[in-house]
C-alpha cells in the first residue's frame, strides 16, 4: 500500500483525515502542531487533528519546527510515498518536499493562484468575494505555487462568515481529496501550472487587520466583521477600552453623523455611522466582559447616541 504521511492542525483540517482512514489509505503518521495553552486558565490543548488522530489510533508526531534537524529527520526516516497537508501550519523544508517518491500535496482553501497564503478563508470574505473553493497542488519551495491538480468551487453567501465557509471548504475539500488521490497513486492526475500574472496573497491576519476603520463604508466593515468571525474577531475602541465586534448588519438610518459616532440606539442594535452608510451592531463584547447581544448591553447605562467608536 501507499504509505501517507499526513499533516494538519485545525479542525478544517480532521474530516480529511478521518475520510482518508475510512477510504482504507496506510496513514503512517499524522503530524501536527504541539499542543498549545488555550483560554484565560492557558490550559494545555491538543489541536483538533491529533484529538482526530487519537480516536482513530492512528500515530502523531508534533514538531516545535520541522527545520529542526532532529524533528526533520524524524519525518524522513518516516520514508512517506505520499505526503498530504491541510493546513498544517508549518513551511514545509525542500528536504521534506522531495523525499516521498509520489511528491507533497496540499488541501488549499483558496481556488489558486487566487489567495496563497495562510488566511485565504478571512480575506476572501473580508474582499467580498461571491465564491472560493478548494485546490489540491503539488507542493514546492514557493508559498503555494505548484502546480494545480484539481480544484473545486464554493460559493459564499451574503451572511457567510469564516467559521460557516470553513466548514464548507473543509467538506469539499474532503470530498476533492477523495475524488482525486487515486489519479495521484497511479499518476495520471493532472498537473497545471499556476498563471503567475493572477496571483494574489492572504497573509495570516495582522493585529492592525482587526481594527476597524469607521472611514470605511458599512458595506466594507460588515464584510470585515464576518471575514473574523468567529476568530480573531474585529474590534474597535470605546472611552479608549479596546471592544470586540461579533457581529454586525448595515441597515438605513434616518440620522448620521461623523465615521464613528453613534447615531441611533435601536432595541437590539447600535446603529453607527461609517465613511458611508450605517452599521448596527448586533453582538459585541466589551473589555474584561463575555460576549453579548447588544439588546443586553443597552440594558445598562454604557453608551449614549453621540459617543463615539475609534
Known amino acids: 500500500m501507499t504509505k501517507i504521511v499526513f ?3 485545525p479542525a478544517f483540517s480532521a474530516p480529511i483525515l478521518r475520510m482518508l ?14 499542543d498549545r495553552p488555550v483560554g484565560r486558565k492557558k490550559v494545555m490543548t491538543p489541536t483538533p487533528v491529533k484529538e482526530e488522530a487519537l480516536r482513530l489510533n492512528l500515530p502523531v508526531y508534533q514538531p516545535e519546527k520541522l527545520k529542526n534537524p532532529e524533528e526533520l529527520q524524524h519525518v524522513l526516516d518516516l520514508a512517506p510515498d505520499l505526503i498530504i497537508t491541510a493546513a498544517f501550519g508549518q513551511i514545509l523544508p525542500s528536504e521534506v518536499l522531495q523525499a516521498p517518491t509520489l511528491g507533497a500535496i496540499n488541501v488549499h482553501a483558496s481556488l489558486l493562484p487566487a489567495y496563497r497564503g495562510g488566511a485565504p478563508i478571512h480575506q476572501a470574505i473580508i474582499d467580498d468575494q461571491a465564491e472560493t473553493g478548494v485546490t489540491i497542488m503539488y507542493m514546492v519551495d514557493r508559498l503555494d505555487a505548484g502546480d494545480i491538480i484539481s480544484q473545486v468551487t464554493v460559493p459564499i453567501g451574503k451572511t457567510d462568515h469564516t467559521g460557516i465557509m470553513f466548514d464548507k471548504l473543509s467538506m469539499a475539500g474532503m470530498e476533492l481529496l477523495k475524488e482525486t488521490l487515486p489519479s ?13 500574472e493572477k496571483v494574489t496573497f492572504a497573509r495570516n491576519i495582522s493585529r492592525e487587520q482587526e481594527r476597524i476603520d469607521w472611514a470605511k463604508s458599512a458595506e466594507a466593515i460588515y464584510n470585515q466583521v464576518r471575514g473574523l468571525h468567529p476568530w480573531p ?22 440620522k448620521s453623523g461623523q465615521p464613528g459616532e453613534v447615531v441611533e440606539l435601536a432595541s437590539d442594535a447600535l446603529l453607527v455611522q461609517t465613511g458611508n452608510g450605517v452599521l448596527a451592531i448586533t453582538e459585541l463584547q466589551p473589555a474584561g466582559k463575555k460576549r453579548m447581544s447588544a439588546t443586553d448591553y443597552l440594558k445598562g447605562p454604557k453608551i449614549q447616541v453621540g459617543d463615539t467608536f475609534e
Do not use: L
Open 7 to 9: 499533516m494538519g492542525t
Open 184 to 196: 495521484i497513486i497511479d499518476g495520471t492526475n493532472d498537473r497545471i501550472p499556476q498563471d503567475e
Open 233 to 254: 474577531v474585529a474590534f474597535t475602541t470605546h472611552n479608549e477600552q479596546n471592544m470586540k465586534i461579533w457581529w454586525a448588519e448595515v441597515r438605513d438610518s434616518a
Open 21 to 34: 482512514v475510512e477510504e482504507g489509505y496506510d496513514i503512517i503518521s499524522v503530524v501536527t502542531q504541539p
